[in-house]
């Protein structure tokens, strides 16, 4: 819910069009990741590069969060809950990989 808020209020607050696209394709790159990341761990087992993956992830989502700060520093502060899920679901990723083997 944070990270839709978060997106609904810097396409809000852009102060015109190339910012607002700007916020649109990091938005939408961030959750690219996201959705993909999903199918390689679950669906396809693939745990070593989903781990890759979510690196990957990780730094869409401080992209988005630099782009958002530009526009509202609410819409940058409610995506650091999910980067520290991210971080946290990276650890855990790197866990599962390493312990099942």
């Known amino acids: 819910m944070l990270i839709g808020l978060g997106f609904a209020l810097a396409r809000e607050h852009a102060p015109d069009k190339q910012t607002k696209d700007k916020a649109t394709v990091v938005y939408a790159v961030q959750m690219t990741f996201f ?3 999903m199918i390689w761990f679950f669906n396809l087992g693939w745990r070593g ?3 890759i993956w979510l690196l990957g992830m990780i730094l869409s989502i ?3 969060i630099a ?3 530009g526009i509202s520093r ?3 502060w409610l995506q650091v809950p ?3 899920w991210s971080i946290f679901a990276l650890y855990l990723n790197i866990g599962f ?3 099942n083997r």
């Open 74 to 76: 609410l819409a940058a």
């Open 49 to 51: 590069f989903a781990a």
């Open 82 to 84: 999910y980067l520290l």
């Open 97 to 99: 990989f390493i312990l």
């Open 62 to 64: 401080l992209a988005m």
């Open 67 to 69: 782009v958002y700060r």
């Open 35 to 37: 959705f993909c990341w």
